[in-house]
């Protein structure tokens, strides 16, 4: 998989999961939609322990991403992607999701809004398993 870096300038390896659920959650600030994803994400990081979700911004600039997340999601890990990350999944606009099992194995991409707290977030995870 492309990286996507944290905050500090360091690469979010999926190896370092490896045997979590990984939901990488591609947004950006400017995206009303991606804004109003965010919450459902946060709700279902915070009941899943055995699920890690990185919300990747694609946002030129990185200190809009970190104004539109910080102190609102404690629950998500932010990242930074880059065009190769966002081609590499194929999504084609924001907000764009991709699951991965607990094997690093892809097994959903959703390239729309989705409640993630909600039934068809839920029924897309249990893919996972």
Same mark, same amino acid.
């Given at each position: 998989?492309?990286?996507?870096?944290?905050?500090?300038?360091?690469?979010?390896?999926?190896? &370092? +999961?490896? =045997? %979590?659920?990984?939901?990488?959650?591609?947004?950006? *600030?400017?995206?009303?939609?991606? @804004?109003?994803?965010?919450?459902?994400?946060?709700?279902?990081?915070?009941?899943?322990?055995?699920?890690?979700?990185?919300?990747?911004?694609?946002?030129?600039?990185?200190?809009?991403?970190?104004? &539109? +997340?910080? =102190? %609102?999601?404690?629950?998500?890990?932010?990242?930074? *992607?880059?065009?190769?990350?966002? @081609?590499?999944?194929?999504?084609?606009?924001?907000?764009?999701?991709?699951?991965?099992?607990?094997?690093?194995?892809?097994?959903?991409?959703?390239?729309?809004?989705?409640?993630?707290?909600?039934?068809?977030?839920?029924?897309?995870?249990?893919?996972?398993?």
């Amino acid at each position: 998989m492309p990286s996507i870096l944290l905050p500090e300038g360091s690469s979010l390896s999926v190896d &370092a +999961f490896r =045997g %979590r659920v990984i939901l990488v959650n591609f947004w950006a *600030s400017w995206c009303g939609p991606c @804004r109003m994803e965010l919450p459902s994400l946060d709700r279902l990081a915070a009941k899943r322990p055995d699920l890690v979700v990185i919300a990747a911004s694609v946002d030129a600039d990185r200190d809009d991403a970190i104004g &539109a +997340f910080m =102190g %609102r999601y404690p629950h998500l890990r932010l990242g930074f *992607s880059g065009l190769p990350a966002v @081609r590499h999944f194929g999504a084609l606009g924001m907000p764009y999701s991709v699951v991965l099992d607990r094997n690093g194995r892809e097994v959903a991409r959703v390239p729309r809004t989705l409640s993630w707290d909600g039934p068809e977030g839920a029924a897309i995870l249990r893919r996972t398993q």
